[in-house]
Structure formats: C-alpha cells, structure tokens
Nanobody, 118 residues
C-alpha cells in the first residue's frame, strides 16, 4: 500500500496540528498503522500506533497525553492530532503500516515536516 502524509507546517509552541496519512488502497483488517518522526541529526523514533480494526493504541512517553492517533476506515486514512506542541516535537513525521502486529513496518509515507517555534 502507498501512503501519503500531509498536514505538517510551522506552529508556535503550545499550538496544534493535525497530520493525515491517506492509503492508496484498502488496508488489511490485521494491519497496524503508526507515526514515526525524525528530528534533525537524530534517529527516527516511534510516536504512536493504532490497530486498524480495533480501538487499540500505543504512544511514546514523550507524546502521551498530548497526541492522539485515530483512523477513518471508510476513508483509509490515519490521523495524528498533536496538541500542546513543544519545540522538541520538531521533525519530519512519517506514517507507516505493517500487515499485522508481528510484522515489520514495510510501507512508509514520504514524510511531512513539523516545525515548532519557541
């Protein structure tokens, strides 16, 4: 499946952004959808994930309580609502999918840049 991420931009600290990740084809019911991010000069890190067919989510400790991952199965789209943004949230955000919980994330979107100014 091809993934297209969008919604990034420049926002002041404390602000909000909503990222979207649209899939080009139907997503398997067993799939796991996730968001990762990569800050300048750092390794890519996990942000959040959701099971496609059930309300099961997981968050990195650094974003828990501020970010919310959700999905629209009718539109084959995953969202990341980001509130109370901090400068350390700056980076390129990537969406990814895996076939199931036991598989690696093997489909990746192109990334969308989020910049949080202090």
């Amino acid at each position: 499946v091809q993934l297209q991420a969008s919604g990034g931009g420049l926002v002041q600290a404390g602000g909000s952004l909503r990222l979207s990740c649209a899939a080009s084809s139907r997503i398997y019911s067993s799939a796991v959808m996730a968001w990762f991010r990569q800050a300048p000069g750092k390794d890519r890190e996990f942000v959040a994930l959701t099971r496609w067919s059930r309300d099961s989510t997981k968050y990195a400790g650094s974003v828990k309580g501020r970010f919310t991952i959700s999905r629209d199965t009718a539109e084959n789209t995953v969202f990341l609502q980001m509130n109370s943004l901090k400068p350390e949230d700056t980076g390129v955000y990537y969406c990814a999918s895996s076939k199931d919980v036991n598989s690696d994330f093997d489909s990746w979107g192109q990334g969308t840049l989020v910049t949080v100014s202090s």
